[in-house]
Nanobody, 122 residues
Framework: VQLQASGGGLVQAGDSLRLSCVAS????????MGWFRQALGKEREFVAA????????YYEDSVKGRATISRDNAANTVLLEMSSLKPDDTAIYYC????????????????WGQGTLVTVSS
C-alpha cells in the first residue's frame, strides 16, 4: 500500500490543522493506521492510531484533547485533525499502516507515507 500525506504548512500557535493520508494500491480496511511525527533532531514518535475496525482511537499524551484521528475506509483515507497547536507540535508528520495489532512503536508499522511538514510559529 502506498500512502500520501498532505495538509501540513505554516500555522500560528493556537490554530487548527487537518492532515490527510490517502492510500493507494490496496484498501486500508484491513490495516491499523497511525500518525507519527519527527521533530528536527528527535526520534520519530507516536501521535495517534486507529484500528482497522475504527476502535480506539489512541493518542499520545501531549496531543490528547487536541487531536482527532478518523478513517474512511471507502475513501481509503485517514485524517488527523489537531487544534490548539503549539510550537512543540512542529515536526514532519507521517502516516503509517500496519497489519498486526495496534502498537505505538514506529518500527512495527509496515508502510509509510512521505511525510508532511507542520510548522507552528509562536
Amino acid at each position: 500500500v502506498q500512502l500520501q500525506a498532505s495538509g501540513g504548512g505554516l500555522v500560528q500557535a493556537g490554530d487548527s490543522l487537518r492532515l490527510s493520508c490517502v492510500a493507494s494500491g490496496s484498501t486500508i480496511s484491513r490495516y491499523n493506521m497511525g500518525w507519527f511525527r519527527q521533530a528536527l533532531g528527535k526520534e520519530r514518535e507516536f501521535v495517534a492510531a486507529i484500528t482497522w475496525s475504527g476502535s480506539g482511537p489512541y493518542y499520545e499524551d501531549s496531543v490528547k484533547g487536541r487531536a482527532t484521528i478518523s478513517r474512511d475506509n471507502a475513501a481509503n483515507t485517514v485524517l488527523l485533525e489537531m487544534s490548539s497547536l503549539k510550537p512543540d507540535d512542529t515536526a514532519i508528520y507521517y502516516c503509517a499502516a500496519r497489519r498486526g495489532a495496534y502498537v505505538t512503536a514506529p518500527n512495527r508499522y509496515d508502510f509509510w507515507g512521505q511525510g508532511t511538514l507542520v510548522t507552528v510559529s509562536s
